[in-house]
């Protein structure tokens, strides 16, 4: 057993770090609850949609919804329940103007499961100017090679097939310099842009390329669904070429799209290492005869394979079968951030204390050893959830976060991450308790992979989960390497016939997570089940422990 678990395994009976307070045994519940609400703008002025977040002192189960929210200065948009004890909501503020946004709770709308309703009201107000919003091309992260702004004027545009380009003002932003790209009407279907050709090669760093296949591209469409390809070849030798589609997803504002070249185009040359790619051409609106003219704008051409993803990895070394190691995480820093700025942490609940660890009977927490005193391979976090009585439904967890991912996942946009290549396995070590590894068929814990792609499915937002249950070798933290292929798609945002090969190559990994998950909470991937600990109990008096511990770097290769 390392020293982090048997730190945990010491903590499990001392009740390190547990849940908040709660009312004695025996003690009837009259105290009523409230509610605080905040929002996630941090400037004074909100420009776009603010997600409101209602927080309760203590479960209030179902009988909150969307419905006992007032909302004014802006429309009502996705109402999330986290959790017992906290929900979202998103709203619109007014287009094209500015004024202040008004959300109200009022008293009695909400109840704990004693029955107590809130008995004060709650208010809270958010400015916004939707009038002055600004989303450019520039993210403010292209500022060295490998990644093109096309700010550099010498840059030629070679236009064919009715296409032409040109350096242009930004349409959200008239100081940042962009790439036009416009397909005039009745251009030929294949009509594109060649750039970087006549020696402004310089932007097209080959190696990194041929290591992770994947690069980003900003756009700004004049509608969804128009395919945007990109075609990588060797100067002066057409015949050796690689290309890939994407479909754009919004209307006159900029994203960011993901190539990745390990799926070419249907029909066309497969990815060559041996290749120098050298030369970069853009088809919009591909495989279309506009009936007028057309005009996209493109910037930030980045190739991920150098950064270690959209959210600014680490990548280095080759691993097994020649893919580039691509370092989620290479350990855990203070302050709940990894040592690549992902946020992490731990989270619980079961049937006893309404899935959320909250205090007695039940008791949480977490530690771990952390940069600023060991190591990166040697640090590590863990997370506990103990039980007084068996529960019959039960969740614990670790999540980490992609590097500089600190927020979560959008509930609104597209979510940064680290966007694989041709990686095939996952590689972490893992320990857990001895009761729960001596649990028997319930000891195997789940990973989950969470992508950053958004997708919108009914009224709700959505992001693709990869999931794969994992049986231990050892209670002791142990290395883990996991192939990709044997994960399964366990939410597909309803995309058809979604691959989990299909799923990574459409989006970065936002967020993975290691699971506990028992009885009624259990999770069967491929017909295997997870688990957590409902049956061993330690120490006296008794309590019934599930712990995770996740060592040193998390990594893809």
């Known amino acids: 057993m390392s020293a982090l678990s048997t730190l945990a395994a010491a903590c499990l009976l001392a009740a390190c770090g547990g849940g908040d307070a709660s009312p004695p045994a025996g003690a009837t519940d009259t105290t009523p609850p409230t509610v605080a609400i905040t929002d996630n703008v941090a400037a004074a002025s909100a420009s776009g949609d603010v997600t409101f977040t209602f927080t309760f002192s203590e479960g209030v189960g179902s009988t909150f919804s969307a419905n006992d929210i007032s909302v004014a200065g802006g429309t009502k948009g996705t109402f999330t329940v986290v959790s017992p004890t906290s929900a979202t909501l998103v709203v619109t503020p007014t287009a094209n103007t500015a004024g202040t946004i008004t959300v109200d709770v009022a008293a009695g709308a909400f109840a704990d499961a004693a029955g107590n309703a809130g008995t004060v009201a709650a208010t809270a107000s958010q400015a916004y100017n939707t009038a002055s919003a600004v989303v450019s091309g520039s993210t403010g992260t292209c500022t060295a090679a490998p990644c093109n702004d096309f700010g550099n004027a010498a840059i030629v545009y070679a236009g064919f097939g009715g296409a032409s380009g040109s350096q242009a003002d930004d349409p959200a932003l008239s100081t940042n310099k962009v790439f036009k790209f416009v397909k005039a009407a009745g251009a030929e279907i294949w009509g594109g842009v060649t750039v970087f050709s006549n020696g402004q090669n310089v932007a097209i760093p080959t190696a990194d390329l041929s290591a992770g296949k994947t690069v980003t591209l900003r756009v700004y469409s004049p509608a969804a669904g128009k395919t945007i390809k990109l075609k990588f070849e060797t100067l002066g030798d057409p015949t050796r070429s690689v290309e890939t589609d994407v479909v754009t997803t919004l209307a006159n504002a900029w994203e960011t799209l993901t190539f990745n070249f390990s799926n070419p185009s249907a029909g066309t040359a497969a990815f060559n ?102 190591a ?27 590097p500089g991912l600190t927020t979560g996942l959008s509930p609104t946009a597209d979510t940064a991450g680290l966007q694989l290549g041709n990686q095939t396995t996952m590689s972490f070590k893992f320990g857990q308790n001895p009761e729960w590894f001596n649990s028997g068929a319930t000891n195997k814990f789940l990973v989950m992979l969470t992508l950053g792609k958004f997708y919108t499915v009914g009224s709700g937002p959505c992001n693709i989960k990869l999931a794969k249950v994992v049986t231990p070798t050892a209670s002791a933290s142990t290395s883990y390497t996991l192939n990709l292929s044997e994960f399964a798609v366990t939410q597909n945002c309803a995309v058809p016939n979604l691959t989990v090969a299909g799923a990574l190559a459409l989006s970065p990994v936002s967020q993975i997570d290691f699971q506990g998950d028992g009885g009624g909470s259990a999770i069967t991937v491929n017909g295997v089940a997870s688990g957590a600990n409902l049956s061993v109990s330690t120490g006296t008096p008794a309590v019934y422990p599930t712990t995770l511990v996740v060592d040193g770097g998390i990594t893809f290769q």
Not at 281 to 307: H, K, M
Not at 313 to 336: D, P
Not at 382 to 401: D, E, K, N, R
């Open 273 to 374: 290492a041996a290749y120098t790619y050298n030369m970069v051409s853009v088809f919009a609106d591909y495989g279309v005869v506009p009936g007028a003219d057309e005009t996209f704008y493109i910037d930030e051409l980045t190739y991920t394979a150098a950064s270690g993803g959209a959210g600014g990895g680490v990548g280095g070394g080759v691993g097994g079968g020649g893919a580039t190691v691509l370092t989620f995480s290479s350990g855990f820093a203070a302050g709940g951030r990894t040592v690549q700025g992902g946020a992490f942490g731990g989270y619980s609940g079961s049937n006893l204390d309404n899935f959320n660890c909250d205090g007695q009977p039940q008791n949480c927490g977490s530690g771990g050893s952390f940069t600023d005193t060991v």
């Open 376 to 402: 990166a391979a040697a640090s590590g976090f863990y997370y506990y959830y103990q039980t007084s009585t068996p529960a019959t439904a039960l969740y614990a967890g670790i999540f980490v976060q992609a």
